[in-house]
């Protein structure tokens, strides 16, 4: 089964869980261009992620989801939240969920956690979630260390469960390889940064433009905690701190607020601009709609071609 029949939507893809970029008003818009949008939580309260769910509401009837970082303090609160303002779709990501599945499951939420390795969906498959996303290394934000290409068929052939592939994917040739795989859709995020709608600071927009195939670059490795960003003077400062094995707090000191500096500020000294590989593929500014019928009208292309 397809990931649209799945969710019931109209574009076998999801939206990337990216905090402070995925608000209410974003995830709406994917989700009336056709994908299932996700409000990002990110680091918020209860009270927050309750107004911009409320705001998604406001601006679509179609279905969208809510990407929950479950390291967050107040993620308790969260996991109420969720189920108060009816939510339908769960992503979680760094961390177990496993303490809220059972009410989630009750409230009829379908659970798709983020995984990393093969033997991290083992373990979590037996909480009956619903289905699981595959992040490969190639993504932006908080990595693991599989390729997606590595990734997903292992993780498809140690489930019995929906996989969708992340990571890497921003063309029909990409969301090909992701089907030959084994996945039944794809999550998207770096090529949606270049999308009209999207809210990020115009010098983050530009910023993904410009980048070619090899300006990106992990940080965070030596801490257990490896980020994809943009190579700029903050991120080539951290990794040269990360050799000098400079203690964790001055890494800290470094990045703190460095998301939202890039997100609202567009400081693009000091900021941390999150993105993944397939950055070099952006060369325009787009919206929601056009991303996702290119990528549709690719993949139907794509596999006519291999049928020659």
């Not at 809510?66 to 339908?88: C, Q, W, Y």
């Not at 270049?194 to 801490?223: F, M, Q, W």
Request: aromatic share 4%; proline share 4%; glycine share 12%.
């Amino acid at each position: 089964m397809k990931l649209n029949e799945l969710l019931g939507t109209e574009f076998p893809l999801i939206q990337g869980g990216m905090a402070n970029i995925a608000t209410g008003a974003f995830a709406a818009a994917v989700s009336n261009a056709g994908a299932l949008g996700l409000v990002g939580a990110g680091g918020w309260d209860g009270e927050t992620l309750r107004k911009e769910i409320r705001i998604a509401k406001e601006n679509t009837h179609k279905p969208f989801g809510v990407n929950l970082m479950l390291m967050n303090p107040h993620i308790d609160e969260l996991a109420k939240v969720v189920v108060e303002e009816g939510v339908s779709v769960i992503t979680t990501g760094a961390g177990n969920p496993g303490k809220y599945v059972p009410t989630w499951k009750e409230a009829g939420i379908r659970i798709f956690p983020v995984v990393a390795a093969p033997v991290l969906a083992k373990r979590l498959e037996r909480l009956g979630v619903d289905g699981f996303i595959a992040e490969g290394t190639e993504s932006g934000g908080h990595v693991g260390e599989m390729t997606t290409m590595a990734l997903v068929p292992q993780v498809v052939d140690t489930v019995s469960v929906p996989v969708i592939a992340a990571g890497g994917i921003a063309d029909g040739r990409q969301l090909a390889a992701a089907f030959a795989l084994g996945a039944c859709g794809a999550q998207i995020g770096t090529c949606l940064l270049t999308s009209e709608e999207c809210p990020i600071h115009e010098n983050y927009k530009k910023a993904i433009l410009k980048a070619s195939a090899t300006d990106t670059i992990v940080t965070g490795r030596s801490t257990g905690a490896p980020v994809r960003v943009l190579k700029n003077k903050m991120a080539r400062e951290y990794v040269r701190m990360e050799k000098d094995h400079l203690p964790l707090e001055e890494l800290e000191k470094l990045t703190l607020g460095s998301l939202r500096r890039a997100v609202f500020d567009g400081d693009v000294d000091t900021g941390s601009f999150m993105a993944g590989q397939v950055a070099g593929m952006a060369h325009e500014i787009r919206p929601l709609r056009q991303i996702f019928e290119d990528l549709m009208a690719g993949y139907e292309k794509t596999v006519k071609e291999m049928q020659k």
